[in-house]
């Protein structure tokens, strides 16, 4: 095979497993082990991939990622944890169809373009699991999985028309790269919050104070005049929102500051603290707090038909399901749901 057809294979076989890490691996072992391909060899220094226990935990994983990744809330952690993985799987697989002395150019042209597909895939998982409540999970694995069956056989059939589809892609990642890395960032802080071994702090919600710099209390004190703040919690933006406005059509991995003061609700994100927005009580249609496996999310309405959700980092679950707790209660916030967290009596932070 020449080096043109042999960098196709190599490279499409990569992007492949930046969306299936095994799949591509295990099939391309069962051809070089069966001889099933006329021409087709492996490159020697990659012949453990025929090895028969080799396969069978190639096998094993795949049918494992076949699982994990249509089941919302699993698919999420396991994508995360695979950001390493399938970048290591491009390089093996594109260095085992590889000539020996281009072996190494392609192995970092597999590890590459397995990143790339990675991370379009993640910005698209990201971007679907907001706006469908992880609905669209299952579907987009199983339309994932016959992608990459299509492109095996491209690649061994049609090795150029397949480059010239990743060709494509490229241009497209280009244009929607900050949406990706963004939705790999957003991952990336939901996992480490989830793996975290820090214990729940047993402070209180007006706490939060003490993390604020000078700089982002003046900024607070510009936001809520006259205000007292009765609560606040750290929360990731990350949904595209409805309605007009700076807030407006936007989904970013955004640290924001949930702040509750006497009369309104204020979603502050000191980074960019122009698009700080403060909701008065009188103006939430609805507020609800959905608890999840890695994370949990706070979504808002208003009566102008402007929505909100954000993330909630399980290290601040449960001061967020206290202040949640607080508004519906004291506040008499309405809710979308039959049951909600309620709490007895007047909060104890709020006599501080």
């Known amino acids: 095979m020449d080096v043109l057809i042999t960098s196709s294979m190599a490279a499409g076989l990569a992007f492949l497993s930046g969306i299936n890490a095994y799949l591509p691996l295990l099939i391309v072992g069962i051809l070089a082990q069966f001889h099933l391909v006329p021409g087709f060899r492996l490159n ?46 491009g390089a093996l697989v594109a260095g085992a169809v590889g000539i020996d002395h281009h072996s190494l150019p392609l192995v970092i042209l597999g590890a590459v373009m397995a990143t790339l597909s990675h991370a379009a895939k993640m910005g698209v998982r990201t971007s679907a699991s907001a706006v469908t409540g992880g609905g669209a999970t299952p579907v987009l694995g199983v339309v994932e999985d016959i992608g990459v069956g299509i492109g095996v056989i491209l690649v061994f059939v049609a090795p150029l028309v397949l480059l010239f589809l990743m060709l494509v892609f ?23 919050a989830f793996l975290s071994t820090r ?48 807030w407006g059509k936007r989904r970013v991995a955004l640290p924001t500051w949930f702040v509750v003061a006497d009369k309104a609700l204020l979603f502050f994100p000191p980074t960019r603290s122009r698009l700080a927005l403060v909701v008065p009580f009188a103006s939430v249609r609805s507020l609800d707090l959905k608890k999840g496996l890695a994370k949990s999310s706070l979504k808002m309405q208003e009566h102008s038909g402007q929505k909100h959700e954000f993330t909630i980092l399980r290290t601040q679950q449960r001061t967020a399901e206290q202040i949640v707790a607080m508004l519906y209660t004291y506040h008499h916030l309405p809710s979308t749901t039959t049951q909600k967290a309620r709490v007895s009596v007047r909060p104890s932070w709020l006599t501080r």
């Open 44 to 89: 020697p220094e990659y012949a453990f991939l025929t090895n028969y226990i080799t396969l069978i935990i190639l096998a094993v994983l795949t049918i494992l990622n076949f699982a994990a990744d249509k089941i919302p809330g699993s698919s999420a952690i396991w994508n995360t944890v695979h950001t390493i993985l399938r970048p290591i799987a």
């Open 170 to 192: 490229l241009v497209l990642f280009i244009i929607f790269a900050p949406s990706f890395l963004d939705a790999i960032r957003y991952q990336w802080r939901v996992m480490a």
């Open 199 to 246: 214990p729940q702090q047993p402070a209180g919600p007006l706490d939060f104070l003490g993390r604020l710099n000078p700089t982002d209390r003046a900024l607070l004190a510009q936001a809520l005049p006259q205000s007292q703040v009765q609560a606040g919690v750290e929360l990731l933006w990350h949904r595209r929102l409805t309605g007009r406005g700076p």
